[in-house]
């Protein structure tokens, strides 16, 4: 009885000791709040979203192009000669700015149009958004972040809306047994199911990344969670995401590369795949868009982060341009023709420029697709297995790609996190952002290139970057150096506290 009873004992005081701890955590943060003039966020949200119920009627305007902002989410319309825009953030070096509004842009009249709608989602940045012909038109939106002006504060998401484009009104789904709160996962629209992957959670005391899978039923309205069989990719966020026909969803990229996920019929299955082709350096945060029938995808830039040491980590920032081939699952590098003499000597590269990118220790490379469908098969579209081996020595130099012809076509310049969308064989590329030492350029310049001609980008949109308000300073001291007497003081106390209970147990 008395060894139970030390048991018990010891138990409470671990509760007891966590309760405290947490408590101090807790006034701590009221206490930075109010000297910063900040609501609790959780309260925020709420006041925003209670605020856009109040909004009665539809309003639309015609405006300038959207302002700077990154992680936004950027889309075709599903019949109309449009593009759309929403939610994304803006960082000016002092405070960050979330934004939840809606913008059209119509192709042939090259007009911006913002559209407010009763009821709509609060702010939010990293979220996700896809579009659908069903019902005269739907956006569907999962998740995302908001965070206070001064980012003391963070708060993710895990509600799902559609927007009826028909009817121009918003709607909060309900349905239980959803995906957690997260941003920087990916969504694709799978016949009529919302495929959810990935992403983080971060509320300052831990941070959190996912694996897990989701299917929501766009006509049942509801939220499945998949538990696909097989190994399945390290949890990530940042990586890219695409449907292909037969059932499947290609991920790959982020922290680690990718897995293919095979979602035909009531079975799944996890089995990691090689892409062929070219071969590229690590990175995440490189946007991927595909054409409407799912044979190719299309990316742009992205970042692999370098660390020099604990306090220093710089970001390798990309602007190459890759195709990729979604049924032979082949990387190409894009490469633009520009004038007619340029055009010549491009297709006197043609067979180097497919070994034109950074090695980076591995050759992806893709095997026999029919033969591994035909001896796997487990569902009606089947299952195939391809593997990840050591890249062979090659001797061509790292970017080999950036030749005297491509050096001489205009490119937009290196970024991550840009909006990609293609309507109708033109690929549209609007925003992002770069690093320039410890000041972050927002973009809000618009490009268009023909994928069929492939000969120049069009710039819809130039952005003088020279004329961004940056109110940050160009080092990482953090202003008022060391911690406070108070911060110590506190540090000091719940140390003793947890003595005292260690002591008590």
């Known amino acids: 009885m008395g060894k139970k009873s030390k048991d018990k004992k010891k138990g409470k005081g671990a509760e007891k000791t966590l309760a405290k701890t947490e408590k101090k955590q807790s006034n701590k943060m009221k206490k930075e709040l109010q000297a910063l003039g900040e609501e609790d966020i959780e309260s925020i949200v709420a006041q925003i979203e209670k605020e856009e119920k109040k909004r009665l009627q539809v309003t639309?305007?015609?405006?300038?192009?959207?302002?700077?902002?990154?992680?936004?989410?950027?889309?075709a319309h599903p019949s109309k000669?449009?593009?759309?825009?929403?939610g994304g953030e803006y960082f000016n070096g002092?405070?960050?700015?979330?934004?939840?509004?809606l913008f059209f842009y119509n192709i042939p009249n090259n007009t911006?149009?913002?559209?407010?709608?009763?009821?709509?989602?609060?702010?939010?940045?990293?979220?996700?958004?896809?579009?659908?012909?069903?019902?005269?038109?739907?956006?569907?939106?999962f998740g995302g972040e908001y965070a206070s002006p001064t980012q003391a504060q963070f708060y993710h998401y895990r509600d799902l809306w559609v927007y009826h484009m028909a009817t121009k009104q918003w709607e909060k789904i309900t349905a239980p047994n959803g995906p957690s709160a997260r941003s920087g996962h990916r969504m694709v629209l799978l016949k009529k199911q919302l495929i959810v992957f990935g992403g983080f959670h971060d509320?300052?005391?831990?941070?959190?990344?996912?694996?897990?899978?989701?299917?929501?039923?766009?006509?049942?309205?509801?939220?499945?969670?998949?538990?696909?069989?097989?190994?399945?990719?390290?949890?990530r966020s940042g990586c890219c995401m695409a449907a292909l026909n037969e059932g499947k969803v290609l991920v790959f990229g982020g922290v680690q590369q990718g897995k293919e996920n095979d979602t035909t019929g009531t079975k799944f299955k996890w089995v990691q795949v090689k892409l062929g082709g070219v071969h590229y350096s690590s990175r995440c945060s490189m946007p991927l868009t595909t054409t409407v029938n799912n044979l190719s995808g299309y990316c742009y830039g992205g970042v692999f982060d370098v660390e020099n040491d604990e306090e220093d980590i710089r970001g390798n920032f990309f602007d190459d341009f890759y195709q990729l081939d979604l049924e032979k699952l082949i990387?190409?590098?894009?490469?633009?023709?520009?004038?007619?003499?340029?055009?010549?000597?491009?297709?006197?590269?043609?067979?180097?420029d497919d070994i034109d990118v950074q090695d980076d220790?591995?050759?992806?490379?893709?095997?026999?697709?029919?033969?591994?469908?035909?001896?796997?098969?487990i569902s009606d579209d089947g299952i195939f297995k391809v593997t990840l081996g050591p890249a062979a020595a090659s001797s061509v130099p790292a970017f080999a790609c950036t030749s005297e012809v491509a050096a001489k076509v205009f490119q937009p310049s290196p970024r991550i996190n840009s909006g990609l969308a293609i309507k109708h064989g033109v690929l549209y590329l609007y925003g992002g952002m770069y690093e320039d030492g410890d000041r972050q350029i927002t973009f809000s310049d618009f490009y268009a290139v023909d994928l069929k001609k492939l000969d120049e980008w069009k710039t819809i949109i130039?952005?003088?970057?020279?004329?961004?308000?940056?109110?940050?300073?160009?080092?990482?001291?953090?202003?008022?150096?060391?911690?406070?007497a108070e911060e110590e003081e506190e540090e000091e106390e719940e140390s003793e506290d947890n003595s005292e209970e260690m002591q008590t147990d």
């Open 462 to 484: 130039a952005d003088d970057t020279s004329k961004m308000e940056w109110l940050g300073s160009d080092s990482e001291e953090s202003e008022g150096g060391e911690e406070s």
């Open 94 to 101: 002092k405070t960050t700015s979330i934004y939840n509004d």
């Open 361 to 377: 220790g591995y050759k992806m490379e893709v095997e026999d697709i029919k033969e591994k469908v035909e001896s796997t098969t």
């Open 60 to 75: 639309e305007a015609t405006v300038d192009a959207p302002s700077r902002r990154v992680n936004f989410t950027f889309i």
């Open 81 to 86: 000669e449009q593009l759309v825009l929403y």
């Open 331 to 352: 990387w190409k590098t894009v490469t633009l023709a520009g004038n007619k003499e340029k055009d010549l000597k491009s297709r006197r590269r043609k067979n180097k």
């Open 203 to 235: 509320n300052l005391r831990d941070y959190k990344y996912f694996n897990d899978v989701y299917s929501f039923d766009t006509e049942s309205y509801k939220w499945t969670k998949l538990e696909p069989i097989g190994t399945p990719p390290t949890p």
């Open 112 to 141: 911006w149009t913002v559209v407010k709608a009763p009821a709509g989602p609060p702010p939010r940045c990293g979220h996700q958004m896809v579009a659908t012909s069903a019902n005269k038109g739907q956006l569907w939106i």
